[in-house]
């Protein structure tokens, strides 16, 4: 039945009416919903992906129309990989499918031939189809189809492989803006399977030699593995100053990259004697941010000022806090207990108090599972389960607080409470 409705979804007269769909868009369409289902890798939904593909491709739905589904593709490299692994291997049991790509390889020699028909056709199984497919690619040179080039400089057929591997190194060296950004995801991918060193050499050439302009887009990139590669060739080629490091830090929305620019950013810091820098990521919403401008801060001596962050929502920044506090004298636990006392003290406060409490100040938090905070609340049970002083008819009321956090920390209690119980039985009856 899908194979039907991809079909004339593709290939049906335009409808009419204030409502209606033009056929091209609604081909798009179909493809972006195949697409999205394929992600999972079943079989069927590659099945039904390949059909819907090659639906558009016989529709005539324009060039604009294909080259924005290939790009839908191009957006997903470790789906694509995953079908054209699935096209080559054949669908024996499934006719219809094996009958739609061998009918669009017998037209990629037409005029008409469009980049789809191509790209389904560098995915046959037949080694000749894929040798006349990459030859139609290079002729078309759509940037869009340049992730199935870089599958074929991986073929295991040399004859293949070779004139493959040939226009995508022209392909990077003319227009790297183009080429370089649809390469680049499939490339990385390719970089960890056999026969794929090469197009992961070239993308790293084309990217040392790629103008800043191309460079700035590819950290922008929606792709992690492009971001990733980009800021790690420019860390490696010291493209990126100070700044740049304390932005990227500051802004990516990769908590790695955010990371390694914010250690690079903090031992340049340390080194210069650039202490705003430090100050400034230190008051980081992003916790391993902060941990590591305050150890920073550490490595210049900046101990009292550490130890301001004792109370912080992050137990590894709190760490560092009570590891400088030691080394000034002050009373980490004293502290605790008195930022506890507050009115409304803070999740850090408690949960340090917690780390580094023991059972003397298990009543201090009995004290906050009446507190008129709901966040508060939680805190206070939480820390009761993990000093392991649970009192199920302290608790048991709490499971009717309107807060959803309080009810799920006192579930969570109970329920470690009735298994220490359990082991303890367990225990005395042996």
């Not at 409705?5 to 009416?17: N, Q």
């Not at 059909?51 to 529709?59: D, F, I």
């Not at 902060?290 to 009292?304: F, I, M, P, S, Y």
């Not at 009995?366 to 820390?383: C, D, N």
Request: glycine share 8%; proline share 7%.
């Amino acid at each position: 039945m899908w194979v039907k409705r991809a079909r004339r979804a593709a290939t049906e007269p335009e409808a009419s009416g204030p409502g209606a769909e033009p056929p091209a868009r609604a081909g798009l369409d179909e493809v972006a919903v195949a697409a999205r289902e394929a992600t999972s890798l079943n079989g069927e939904a590659l099945d039904r992906l390949i059909v819907t593909l090659a639906a558009l491709a016989e529709s005539g739905g324009g060039r604009e129309t294909e080259c924005a589904a290939l790009m839908l593709l191009g957006a997903k490299p470790r789906m694509l990989a995953r079908l054209d692994e699935h096209v080559r291997r054949g669908w024996p049991d499934l006719p219809t499918v094996t009958t739609a790509v061998t009918r669009l390889a017998t037209r990629l020699d037409e005029p008409s031939a469009g980049p789809v028909l191509a790209a389904i056709a560098s995915m046959d199984g037949d080694g000749h189809v894929r040798e006349r497919a990459v030859a139609a690619m290079l002729d078309m040179e759509y940037p869009e189809l340049t992730p199935f080039l870089v599958l074929r400089t991986a073929d295991w057929v040399k004859q293949v492989r070779d004139p493959a591997r040939a226009g995508l190194a022209l392909l990077l060296a003319e227009n790297a803006n183009s080429y370089l950004p649809a390469a680049l995801p499939m490339a990385l991918l390719l970089g960890e399977r056999l026969r794929g060193g090469f197009a992961h050499a070239q993308v790293t050439a084309a990217l040392l030699a790629a103008p800043v302009h191309v460079r700035m887009r590819l950290a922008g990139s929606a792709d992690v593995r492009t971001r990733r590669f980009t800021y790690g060739v420019s860390r490696a080629q010291s493209w990126l100053s100070v700044d740049d490091l304390v932005a990227t830090a500051e802004s990516d929305v990769d908590g790695w990259i955010r990371a390694s620019a914010a250690e690079a950013a903090c031992r340049e810091a340390v080194w210069s004697r650039r202490l705003p820098i430090l100050h400034r990521l230190s008051r980081s919403p992003r916790s391993e941010v902060r941990v590591l401008a305050l150890t920073g801060l550490v490595r210049t001596g900046a101990d009292e000022e550490v130890t301001h962050h004792l109370t912080d929502p992050a137990p590894l920044v709190r760490a560092v806090a009570r590891d400088a506090a030691r080394r000034t004298g002050l009373d980490a636990l004293e502290r605790y207990r008195s930022a506890v006392g507050e009115p409304v003290p803070s999740a850090g406060a408690i949960a340090g108090l917690v780390e580094t409490g023991s059972g003397a100040d298990v009543p201090l938090l009995r004290r906050l599972l009446t507190h008129p905070t709901p966040r508060v609340r939680a805190e206070a049970v939480r820390g009761l389960r993990l000093l392991a002083e649970v009192d199920p008819e302290e608790l048991i009321p709490l499971l009717r607080d309107p807060a959803p956090a309080v009810v799920r920390e006192t579930t969570l209690s109970l329920r470690a409470g009735a298994t220490l119980r359990g082991a303890g039985r367990g225990r005395r009856a042996r």
